[in-house]
């Protein structure tokens, strides 16, 4: 092995040693993963030209992050009408404007560092 190859390989073994959690952490983060729960509501009108529609996250420590869109089906795919952003455990009902007939959807992402998962509302036609 020449000595770029190994010191190549040796900073691949740093590298790995250096970004992977120790054992007992990932233990602990599965825990807190499994008491995280998050929910999304479907979306509803509100008024005569406005849709919501609310998610929340209970049981998660510090380390989650929560994206939250509400969305409106378009000829191109789904526009985001609104969106909120918090860490933690938190509950947010989201508005937007609306008009004409669309189906719209709420979607939550929590991502913790090393797990992504999302929920997603079903659905729902909405007249405006």
């Known amino acids: 092995?020449?000595?770029?190859?190994?010191?190549?390989?040796?900073?691949?073994?740093?590298a790995t040693v250096l970004t992977a959690p120790p054992a007992h952490a990932q233990e602990a983060?599965?825990?807190?993963a499994?008491?995280?729960t998050f929910y999304a509501n479907n979306p509803y009108k509100s008024g005569s030209k406005t849709v919501a529609a609310r998610a929340g996250s209970s049981g998660c420590p510090t380390n989650w992050t929560f994206n939250v869109y509400l969305e409106s089906s378009r000829w191109w795919?789904?526009?985001?009408?609104?969106?909120?952003?918090?860490?933690?455990?938190?509950?947010r009902t989201l508005s937007a404007g609306c008009a004409g007939t669309h189906e719209h959807r709420l979607r939550i992402v929590g991502d913790?560092?090393?797990?992504?998962?999302?929920k997603s509302s079903s659905e729902v036609t909405l007249h405006c």
């Open 1 to 14: 092995m020449t000595r770029a190859a190994a010191l190549a390989l040796g900073s691949v073994a740093l």
């Open 112 to 118: 913790n560092g090393l797990w992504t998962s999302s």
């Open 34 to 36: 499994a008491a995280c």
């Open 77 to 91: 795919g789904w526009a985001r009408d609104s969106h909120v952003r918090w860490v933690g455990s938190s509950a």
């Open 29 to 32: 983060t599965a825990a807190e």
